[in-house]
């Protein structure tokens, strides 16, 4: 018999990552490339991150502290709860595989909205189950019909804030409403992976304020935004102390390594850095939404680093245009794209390759039927 995967595997459509710089560029033989799709801190980490990570070269001989001891202690302090209920993640994605594999019984299922983090179907197809999605009400999370969608099989509930790919957010009372509503049998894993570009004037959601009002959630937040740190892959994960017991049962050893564990700390002291992200995050957007406006297009209000727009002609065609002229965007549905919110000359060479991307050029198609000289038809 030929070794092969279980049919669930088997039937997975892989992630697809955003393509590397290098190899969009080598084949394009373009000079320049401005990569915009996939949700990148633009001004990268901070520099004291860069020279914590390579003093920890030094030590790379030896294993990583498995807990991540210091880390976890200072968003501890940071986030005003017990180091106990801090797990570290390869990344925030580790973690919410994670959560799944741990607590999974065979035919628990999951429940999310449609057009948000495919990590979470991944998640559960692994598992040989399912993820349901309930539609969205103007791009956003309808949290009432979540709730009301919510059957005694379920046992996740993943719930993006501020959504990818729409970048819109849920507002505290309303996800207060869904979780008073939620049975003890279904935990809500609340990723906040965007936490820190959402409008303070919202109502905005806090993960950590919703856990020490007493709500049993796992919060997710990563090292991966803004504070520039994705390709060293840190995320992690903050819930009631059984959760990260349990947590601490199911993951690797040593999950996070020394390098990442140290440009984190040194990452997460230096705010003002986080300041400057978010500033120009918000300034940027702002500023990449009206030019999307001004071409037609209707962005939902995005409160993370990135925009979604719906477009007149099929998202392959329009990123693939674009990328001729150098620009890469996230395609993220038949007729819709993602685009990263860049630096300033990224975001108006975007602009630009989106204009002629979106008005192509072509006015007229002449067809003479039957045809001169060939007499076909
Ligand atoms: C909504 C959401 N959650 C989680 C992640 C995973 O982030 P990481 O694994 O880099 O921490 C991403 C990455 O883009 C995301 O968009």
């Known amino acids: 018999m030929a070794f092969t995967p279980p049919d669930h595997v088997r039937r997975i459509q892989p992630y697809v990552p955003g393509r590397a710089v290098e190899a969009v560029a080598r084949e394009l ?3 320049r490339i401005v990569k915009l799709a996939s ?7 901070s520099p004291r991150a860069l020279e914590a990570a390579a003093a920890a070269l ?3 001989h030896r294993y990583p502290e498995g807990t991540g001891f210091d880390l976890v202690a200072a968003l501890a302090a940071r986030l005003g709860v017990e180091p106990q209920q801090i797990v570290l ?3 925030s994605n580790e973690l919410l595989d994670l959560v799944a594999r741990t607590y999974y019984r065979p035919g628990d299922t999951a429940l999310t909205s449609e057009n948000s983090f495919v990590v979470y179907r991944l998640a559960m197809e692994v598992l040989g189950s399912t993820c349901r999605t309930v539609p969205m ?3 956003t999370y309808d949290l009432e019909a979540l709730a009301a969608a919510v059957e005694p099989s379920t046992r996740f509930l993943f719930v993006a804030n501020p959504n990818n790919p729409t970048g819109t957010a849920v507002t505290a009372t309303a996800l207060r409403r869904l979780l008073d509503r939620l049975p003890e049998s279904c935990l809500c894993c609340l990723d906040e992976a965007y936490f820190e570009y959402r409008d303070p004037e919202a109502d905005p959601v806090d993960g950590i304020a919703l856990l020490q009002e007493g709500y049993p959630i796992a919060v997710f937040r990563t090292f991966s935004k803004t504070y520039g ?3 060293l892959r840190l995320g992690y994960c903050v819930g009631p102390r059984w959760l990260a017991e349990d947590l601490n049962r199911t993951r690797e050893p040593f999950n996070t390594n020394r390098i990442a564990q140290a440009a984190a700390l040194a990452a997460l002291a230096d705010e003002a850095h986080v300041a400057r992200v978010v500033e120009l995050n918000r300034r940027e957007r702002d500023r990449l939404a009206d030019g999307l406006r001004r071409l037609g297009l209707a962005p939902p209000p995005s409160q993370a680093n990135f925009l979604y727009a719906e477009l007149p002609r099929p998202a392959s065609e329009v990123a693939e245009a674009m990328l001729r002229r150098g620009v890469i965007v996230r395609p993220v549905g038949p007729r819709a794209i993602r685009i990263t919110v860049g630096l300033p000359e990224e975001n108006d060479l975007c602009l630009e390759a989106l204009a002629a ?3 192509p050029s072509t006015r ?3 067809v003479a039927n039957p045809n001169n000289p060939t007499g076909t038809a």
Do not use: I, K
């Open 229 to 231: 740190l994705a390709g």
């Open 89 to 91: 993640g390869n990344g």
């Open 357 to 359: 991307a979106v008005e």
């Open 58 to 60: 030094s030590e790379v």
């Open 137 to 139: 009400r103007d791009h």
């Open 29 to 31: 033989g373009l000079a």
């Open 364 to 366: 007229f198609l002449f």
């Open 39 to 45: 949700n990148e801190n633009p001004l990268g980490p």
